[in-house]
């Protein structure tokens, strides 16, 4: 299988080194009856140790030239040949007795889409341990006020507790990407929320963040929500979208609800 050449639209950068994949599954710490979903098997370098303690993983892989090679290897894990973006989760869901479980070297380039596909079921979805950029990870985790801090923090802090595990040098990987990569354990909140509160929470957020260097008073005078007076939000629109914290976006998404 190693003859396969990683294809760059598929963003394909194989995890070979040993110490960073039981890094990996010991941060998952996958039980035998959990609803176990890896992004992008590949060449199975994780699947292998995942399946040695999950046999009935699901693993969704896009690539069908791999598709033969990891049936033979695993044959007890239910293979999917799929974009992960196109699965269905709520269809795994409806079939398993636990909420799922998400692990992968997922394609750098489609790792908001991820993530927010993960955020859209978070009722369903437990947690999720990803190799993503660290540049992304230092955005995932940034702090109210710091440079990394925007859309992706202020929602993942919503819905979720958020952890970058390590780093992880660029030489572990074949072909070997020009930036770092870092490991991240996102745990979803346990939350009642309606799909309407969801939808506003998520529309501020990125409304308030459209226009960044402006005021908060600006940004949302530019969005979708220009025909509401904010004025009585209790919510200082002089600030800048960054100097705010999770509590006060969700104070401005209460008062568009009102």
Do not use: W
């Amino acid at each position: 299988m190693q003859k396969i050449k990683p294809l760059k639209r598929f963003g394909q950068n194989y995890l070979h080194d040993q110490n960073i994949l039981n890094k990996i599954v010991n941060e998952i710490n996958p039980k035998e009856d959990d609803c176990l979903i890896e992004i992008g098997p590949g060449f199975g370098a994780l699947t292998e140790k995942l399946v040695a303690r999950n046999p009935n993983l699901i693993a969704v892989e896009i690539d069908k030239r791999v598709i033969e090679e990891l049936k033979s290897r695993f044959p007890s894990i239910n293979l999917i040949q799929k974009d992960f973006l196109e699965l269905d989760l709520n269809e795994i869901d409806k079939s398993n007795k636990q909420r799922l479980r998400i692990a992968g070297n997922i394609p750098y380039n489609l790792t908001s889409p991820i993530i927010f596909k993960l955020i859209a079921h978070h009722k369903i979805v437990k947690d999720a341990v990803l190799m993503v950029q660290y540049e992304v990870a230092k955005r995932m985790t940034a702090k109210q006020g710091s440079k990394d801090y925007g859309i992706l923090a202020v929602l993942l802090n919503f819905f979720c507790d958020v952890e970058l595990c390590f780093k992880v040098s660029p030489n572990v990987f074949y072909p070997r990407p020009k930036v770092h990569s870092a490991v991240v354990h996102i745990i979803f909140k346990r939350m009642e929320i309606s799909e309407e509160e969801k939808k506003t929470f998520i529309s501020i957020v990125k409304a308030a963040f459209g226009n960044r260097r402006k005021t908060l008073k600006n940004s949302l005078s530019n969005s979708i929500f220009a025909n509401i007076n904010f004025t009585d939000s209790g919510i200082d629109l002089s600030l800048r979208a960054e100097q705010l914290g999770t509590d006060d976006f969700i104070k401005l998404a209460k008062f568009v609800h009102k």
